[in-house]
C-alpha cells in the first residue's frame, strides 16, 4: 500500500456519493488542497446532482459508478462516500480499475470483507486508507496531548460520548439499512469512539454491550453502550445515542492524578455545513467558552482545545500519494474497530 498510481500533482480524483459525506466532508477538503483535483462526481439523486454542479462548476457528473470506471484512466484516486454497505464492492472495483482508494468508514461490516480488500490493496500495490476524520477532532487531539505529558497521572477511566436529540431520523438509506447492511449508530458513531479508543489505549480483551432500538420501527441499532477493557488497563465506556434529550460530556477522564472533561462536539462539521472552508482563519478554532477543564475538583483549569484540522487526512494522502509517506490511516486499524464492532453484534443479537 505504498506504491501510487499517481506521480505528481494534481491528484485526479473522483467521488462516489454527494449526501453528508461527500457535499460537506469530502468535497470541500479536497478543494481545499492544491495536490488534488475533484474530477469527477457520481450521485442519482437530481438535487444532489444541482448541488454538485452549483458549487463545483466544471466538474463531470455521473449517475453511477460504473460510469465513473469506465473514466478510470482519467483518474488517480477515488473516494467512496456511499452508504455503508456498498464500501466494499465498491472498493474492490476501484482497486481493480488501479486506482488509490479513500473509504468512509465503516471501510467494511465484516472482519473477513475488510481483510479481503486489504489483501488486495497489498497485492495490487494500491493505496487504501479509511476516512477515521474524528481523528482530528480539536478536542480528541487536545485529550491526545494533555495524556502524553502526563498530566492525568495513570489513567484508569476513559468516557467519550456522541449524544444529540434527534427523534425522527431523516437520512433515508440509514432508515432502512440492517446491521448487515452496515446501520445502526454502532458502525455509524461507534466505529469512531472505538477507533479513538484504541489509537489512546490499545488492544481491547473484553467487552461489554447494550444495543438497543428506541425510535419506532427502526432496524438497527439508535442507543448503544460499549465497555471495554483493554490491555492497558484503563477501562473505555462508550455511549453513541441519536435521541438523548439530555447530553453528557464529550470527554470524561479520570486518571490517578488528575482528570479532565470537555463538554460539546468539535465544530468542523457545523462550519462545513454552514459552507465554512478549511482554509478560513478562525476553521477549527474552539471558543474558550468550551475549553476542556483539567485537574481535580476545587483546583481546575482550562486547557485551550487544540485547532481541529479535517484537512490533515488529505494533506496526509498526498505525501502518501507523491512523497511515499505512510498512509494517514492504516486500514488494518480501523479494521480492528470493525472486529470489535462484529463481536459485539453477535453479543448482542
Avoid: C
Amino acid at each position: 500500500m505504498t506504491q501510487s498510481p499517481a506521480s505528481v500533482a494534481p491528484i485526479r480524483t473522483g467521488l462516489i456519493g454527494f449526501g453528508t459525506s461527500g457535499r460537506v466532508f469530502h468535497s470541500p477538503l479536497l478543494g481545499a488542497n492544491p495536490e488534488f483535483s475533484l474530477d469527477l462526481i457520481v450521485t442519482r439523486d437530481p438535487v444532489r446532482r444541482e448541488q454538485a454542479g452549483e458549487r463545483h462548476p466544471g466538474v463531470r457528473l455521473m449517475s453511477t459508478a460504473e460510469d465513473l470506471f469506465a473514466a478510470a484512466d482519467d483518474l488517480d484516486l477515488v473516494v467512496i462516500g456511499s452508504p455503508s454497505g456498498t464500501h466494499v464492492e465498491l472498493a474492490h472495483a476501484a482497486l481493480d480499475a488501479g486506482l488509490a482508494v479513500v473509504v468512509d468508514k465503516p471501510f467494511a461490516v465484516t472482519t473477513r470483507e475488510g481483510r479481503g480488500l486489504i489483501e488486495k490493496a497489498v497485492s495490487l500495490g494500491l493505496p487504501l486508507t479509511v476516512f477515521q476524520n474524528r481523528r482530528w477532532d480539536g478536542d480528541f487531539l487536545t485529550l491526545r496531548g494533555v495524556i502524553a505529558a502526563g498530566a492525568l497521572g495513570d489513567v484508569r477511566r476513559f468516557e467519550s460520548r456522541f449524544e444529540w436529540w434527534k427523534p425522527e431520523q431523516t437520512k433515508s438509506w440509514k432508515v432502512g439499512a440492517t446491521i448487515q447492511q452496515g446501520g445502526g449508530v454502532l458502525f455509524d458513531l461507534g466505529a469512531h469512539l472505538i477507533d479513538q479508543a484504541l489509537q489512546l489505549f490499545g488492544p481491547v480483551d473484553d467487552v461489554y454491550a447494550e444495543t438497543l432500538i428506541r425510535r419506532p420501527g427502526g432496524v438497527a441499532d439508535d442507543d448503544t453502550f460499549v465497555a471495554l477493557h483493554h490491555g492497558s488497563g484503563v477501562r473505555s465506556h462508550l455511549w453513541m445515542n441519536g435521541i438523548a434529550a439530555q447530553v453528557g460530556p464529550r470527554f470524561h477522564v479520570l486518571g490517578s492524578e488528575a482528570g479532565y472533561t470537555k463538554w460539546g462536539l468539535d465544530g468542523q462539521e457545523t462550519a462545513l455545513e454552514a459552507g465554512a472552508r478549511p482554509t478560513d482563519p478562525g476553521f477549527g478554532v474552539d471558543p474558550e467558552s468550551a475549553w476542556g477543564v483539567l485537574g481535580r475538583d476545587g483546583a481546575l483549569t482550562r486547557v485551550p482545545t487544540e485547532r481541529g484540522n479535517y484537512a490533515a487526512f488529505y494533506t496526509g494522502l498526498a505525501d502518501a500519494i507523491l512523497r511515499g509517506a505512510p498512509i494517514p490511516v492504516d486500514p488494518r486499524e480501523s479494521l480492528r474497530t470493525i472486529t470489535l464492532i462484529e463481536r459485539i453484534n453477535l453479543l448482542t443479537h
